[in-house]
């Protein structure tokens, strides 16, 4: 069997970082909005404008972008938020961001809310989809944890 001696770039591994992340990303959002999809006769699928997309579902006039967490406050990030507020504001929604974990940037969630998005995070994200669904998603996930069949691991590394 012949040996083959490949490296990657820096370039090569942030590609491949980017699209193991934006997966994770795809595949966290999806499990949010099937949770809306049934219960929700408002409930309808990501806006988009051109090629952007804002956010991944609306309810009703909600128009809601769910995040893991926000960890990056480059002006790259913050300014497309800031656009995307703009844009659903302009087009009768009010932005709504839900953000699973507490830890995120404090500079990129003032400049959130600055622009004018809803924030919500930790509980409060899991009140809201329960307010709105009448699905008590965190009962369900501490359930599934106390019976050993759902597992959360809170190391950092």
């Known amino acids: 069997m012949k040996e083959r001696n490949f490296q990657m770039t820096h370039s090569d591994i942030d590609k491949k970082l ?3 992340l934006k997966k994770y990303q795809d595949n966290f ?3 949010l909005v099937e949770l809306c999809r049934h219960p929700c006769a408002d409930c309808g699928g990501a806006l988009k404008f051109g090629s952007d997309e804002p956010c991944d579902l609306v309810l009703g ?3 809601i972008d769910m995040k893991y ?5 480059d002006s790259g990030t913050l300014k497309k938020f800031q656009q995307y507020a703009t844009l659903l ?6 932005p709504v961001f839900l953000f699973l974990r507490e830890d995120n940037l404090p500079a990129a969630m003032t400049a959130c809310q600055a622009a004018g998005w809803c924030m919500y995070t930790g509980k409060a994200t899991f009140y809201y989809l329960q ?3 009448g699905f008590d998603l965190y009962s369900g996930l501490r359930r599934r ?3 050993g069949t759902f597992f959360v691991d809170r190391r950092e590394s």
């Open 18 to 20: 980017s699209s193991i």
């Open 29 to 31: 959002s999806e499990k």
């Open 69 to 73: 967490r926000v960890g990056s406050g």
């Open 131 to 133: 307010e709105k669904t």
């Open 145 to 147: 944890t106390e019976k």
């Open 61 to 63: 006039s909600d128009a």
């Open 89 to 94: 504001k302009q087009n009768g929604y009010r």
